[in-house]
């Protein structure tokens, strides 16, 4: 399988820069699995299309305000990228910078890009890879400098500054879990109003955890897709969310997953039984035509860059004739594309893991 095989064209004005005005103001296309039939409706919708037996699966990680500005000794400009913090003063980060810092590198932080350092500062460790290790060892802890003076790591194709509004609309309303770099953006369209509509028709809900790294945007650089090199990121799946897929299989409900985050959740928590079983780690399970799911049904999501693993991971669910050809409605219809735009409810193709 080629990965110019998961590409299309998107209009740059389809690209969507801002929220909408409202949360869950956004528009879904529905797109059955089995048939490829689709269908337009409002994202305030989606409880039509939910059973009280079903239960819905949310990532409940929280985005950190992962982006730093700062410069070294010899005055040149540095762009960080925190990836993951690794306890109160150490962190792995991706560094922009003219000449990559070496060991032994401080980097003065400022409160902005092109300000003037202000009092606190990291300083080069190491490397892991192609990420740099950082220390705050000798000054403030790293998470309240990033609550100081760090900005919220929009993502590269969102093309403006980071607002103060975004700092609201970038994270769920129902993130508690500090450690993300990236939103798990299917579940922005939920509203404290919708929710509870879900509760008032009984739909369950369960809470998974994964840390979206900065890795998520990276490109598929191979061209033969099973040579892709998935990143890492860290995962929790307790007990009580294995009792209540458990469960829900019992009364013949369906689990539905609120994103690929959480898509990537139950999926790496299924034995090879399709048994679901508690886990806490890194994953870097990628999911392309051709795998067969164990533990979800349906997910809604948001749409994805073309070429990209989410991508390549929704073609799994439903086929990747259906999802291409639901991108190219979607297109027609002037859907708003990727983390701030809109969104699509998809059911399983039942036979889109017997060929890719």
């Not at 305030?44 to 730093?68: Q, S, W």
């Not at 998470?143 to 093309?159: D, F, T, V, W």
Request: charged residues 20%; aromatic residues 8%; hydrophobic residues 40%.
């Amino acid at each position: 399988m080629q990965r110019t095989d998961f590409s299309y064209d998107l209009p740059p004005q389809l690209i969507a820069q801002h929220p909408p005005a409202e949360r869950g103001a956004s528009r879904l296309l529905c797109l059955e699995g089995a048939s490829g039939g689709i269908g337009h409706h409002q994202f305030g919708e989606l409880p039509d299309f939910l059973n009280a037996d079903d239960l819905l699966v949310f990532n409940n990680t929280r985005v950190i305000p992962a982006r730093l500005w700062g410069q070294k000794a010899t005055g040149g400009r540095v762009e960080i990228l925190i990836e993951r913090l690794a306890g109160h003063h150490h962190a792995l980060a991706h560094i922009r910078a003219s000449k990559s810092p070496r060991a032994g590198t401080i980097i003065q932080l400022s409160a902005g890009e092109g300000e003037a350092p202000g009092p606190y500062s990291l300083t080069v460790t190491g490397r892991e890879g192609a990420l740099f290790q950082l220390s705050s060892e000798e000054g403030e802890p790293l998470p309240s400098i990033l609550q100081a003076i760090g900005h919220m790591p929009l993502p590269p194709y969102i093309e403006r500054a980071d607002e103060i509004s975004d700092q609201e609309r970038y994270q769920t309303v129902y993130a508690q879990r500090d450690g993300a770099v990236a939103a798990p953006t299917a579940g922005l369209h939920f509203s404290e109003a919708l929710l509870s509509r879900l509760d008032q028709r009984g739909i369950r809900r369960a809470t998974v955890t994964l840390h979206v790294g900065a890795g998520t945007f990276q490109p598929v650089r191979a061209d033969r897709v099973e040579d892709h090199v998935m990143h890492a990121e860290y995962l929790e799946v307790d007990e009580s969310v294995c009792a209540a897929v458990r469960e829900t299989r019992k009364r013949g409900g369906r689990v539905v997953a609120v994103g690929t985050t959480a898509v990537r959740c139950l999926e790496t928590a299924s034995n090879s039984r399709g048994d679901i079983e508690p886990f806490q780690g890194d994953t870097d399970i990628f999911i392309f035509p051709g795998y067969r799911f164990r533990n979800v049904d349906a997910m809604v999501t948001n749409f994805h860059l073309p070429e990209s693993t989410l991508l390549m991971l929704v073609s799994a669910f439903a086929g990747r004739g259906h999802i291409m050809a639901a991108y190219a409605e979607a297109i027609r219809a002037g859907y708003r594309f990727f983390s701030y735009g809109d969104a699509m409810f998809i059911t399983a193709n039942p036979n889109a893991g017997n060929s890719p």
